[in-house]
């Protein structure tokens, strides 16, 4: 990723940062937030060290990172930050049967953050056909981890189970 001086650790992706999409908006949110703060400056307005609302996305990178975007420096190494995830990061395609609850999105990225990368993006996919399970696809990757795959796969199995019963 970016490349941070000594004296600055690496900037972290909280878990509310999920897919591509979020750090997109994580980009519009901090270049808007520093056009605002420049023209404050460049009108001389006071603002008084106050930070204008934000949304929940950047709240939730401003905290994890102990950030002062009052601080132009700041904002402009947050923005570093968020662009080399955007164009580095590894992304996953998860496909599921129904839609996942977000408890269950937070598991899975605490895992895949601390397995894969601390910076890997999820982009989620809704397959009803699969069943139970999932499907997983990386740039060069793909695993079906679907019941209808695990049938598939023990078919011969199943149908001698599905005869054995018809038997009885």
């Not at 001389?44 to 709240?59: F, I, N, R």
């Not at 923005?79 to 996942?100: K, N």
Request: hydrophobic share 45%; with cysteine; net charge neutral.
């Amino acid at each position: 990723m970016a490349h941070e001086s000594a004296d600055q650790p690496q900037l972290v992706l909280p878990l509310l940062v999920v897919s591509p999409v979020d750090v997109g908006r994580l980009i519009r949110d901090v270049e808007t937030l520093d056009n605002l703060l420049m023209q404050y400056d460049l009108k001389g307005a006071t603002h008084e060290a106050k930070m204008p609302k934000v949304s929940l996305l950047l709240d939730s990178i401003i905290d994890a990172n102990k950030l002062d975007l009052l601080v132009p420096a700041q904002r402009q190494r947050l923005l570093a930050f968020l662009q080399s995830v955007r164009t580095q990061a590894p992304v996953l395609h998860i496909s599921f049967g129904a839609d996942p609850a977000a408890s269950f999105i937070e598991k899975l990225m605490t895992w895949l953050r601390r397995e894969i990368s601390p910076q890997v993006l999820l982009t989620i996919g809704l397959q009803p056909n699969i069943g139970a399970g999932c499907l997983v696809r990386s740039t060069n990757k793909f695993y079906d981890f679907s019941l209808r795959q695990n049938f598939t796969k023990n078919r011969e199995l199943l149908m001698a189970s599905f005869q054995e019963v018809a038997k009885t």
